[in-house]
């Protein structure tokens, strides 16, 4: 039996009217926690187009209050939060100061806030792209250091880990790397601020999906970042775009080779013995597959989660068989 937990983003799934549904729907599917879409509440679609809602506007306590529902929901379909997604943008490049202070002091620290309510222990932040701008991934760094160091004594005190996550950025129609894509870079910092602190308030997302578009080497990068890793954004795409559709759904070429380096996935987490979650970033797949197939639709996510923890777990469990990577 597989011990890994697989999970899935309640965005697509759950709704504020009756979350109780969303989450049983999940739990129904053979999934046993969720990857909480509280950048849902502030889109990045809308951050982009520089409109800012008034949500986080809210006092904490009243941000409780509207999410009692939900928690409560959680604990009645049986299931567990394990990660959250901060809003993001969380900084704009070229946008008015009030918006970006806004972001970064008042939706941020109220996502931590939102985040230790349901008791979740990780939340996943964007790192700033600001390479073009400054001239540099270092002084690129130094901004986001500079945000994560406004709220590591927060983290520390609600005993949340704060994952940065290798993100993408576009010149023109040409994607290339954006923030947190070195994986020694990503160690050294990471083991900086945790060692500043005594406590583990940062940590690593890694993102199969924007690996892929870079064409970051899977096994290599996850093996140096070893126990620094927490959490996983679980998604596949044809190399070009971030579609963010089911694993094993690309292929490269008419002799069905994934598009998406799954082998060294598992290789990789296998050779750190991961024991976090294997949670699917695959909300699109939701609105794209017809209403009356969702619950079909998660249950094969469910599958193919099962799949990776059979794999990642083959040679670590005495008696298992050899696995095929």
């Not at 701008?133 to 005993?159: C, D, H, R, V, Y």
């Not at 892929?212 to 140096?224: K, Q, S, V």
Request: net charge negative; with cysteine.
């Amino acid at each position: 039996m597989n011990t890994l937990s697989v999970g899935v983003q309640s965005k697509n799934i759950v709704f504020d009217k009756y979350p109780i549904e969303g989450f049983e729907m999940i739990k129904h599917a053979g999934l046993s926690c969720c990857d909480f879409s509280l950048n849902s509440y502030l889109t990045n679609t809308s951050l982009y187009s520089m409109e800012i809602n008034d949500f986080f506007s809210q006092s904490v306590e009243k941000l409780k209050h509207f999410f009692t529902p939900h928690k409560e929901a959680v604990e009645t379909a049986g299931i567990y939060i394990n990660q959250m997604h901060m809003p993001y943008p969380i900084y704009i490049p070229g946008a008015a100061m009030g918006i970006n202070d806004y972001l970064m002091h008042t939706v941020a620290p109220k996502s931590m806030e939102i985040c230790a309510f349901f008791g979740c222990p990780y939340i996943v932040v964007h790192g700033f792209k600001l390479t073009r701008e400054l001239g540099s991934e270092a002084a690129e760094w130094e901004q986001t250091e500079s945000f994560l160091e406004s709220l590591a004594p927060l983290a520390k005190k609600l005993s949340i880990t704060i994952c940065v996550e290798n993100i993408y950025t576009s010149i023109g129609s040409h994607i290339i790397e954006g923030p947190c894509c070195d994986a020694r870079k990503a160690v050294e910092r990471i083991d900086r601020m945790n060692e500043r602190y005594g406590a583990e308030v940062l940590g690593f997302c890694f993102d199969t999906g924007h690996a892929n578009l870079i064409g970051l080497d899977f096994e290599d990068f996850i093996t140096i970042l070893g126990n620094r890793l927490k959490v996983l954004h679980i998604h596949d795409n044809d190399g070009v775009n971030d579609l963010h559709q089911i694993p094993f759904t690309f292929t490269q070429n008419r002799e069905n080779e994934s598009s998406t380096d799954w082998a060294g996935f598992i290789r990789g987490l296998r050779a750190i013995q991961f024991n976090g979650v294997l949670s699917f970033e695959t909300a699109p797949v939701l609105s794209s597959f017809p209403e009356i197939m969702k619950q079909d639709v998660l249950r094969f996510i469910a599958q193919i989660g099962s799949y990776f923890a059979g794999e990642i777990e083959s040679d670590l469990i005495p008696g298992s068989e050899n696995s095929s990577f």
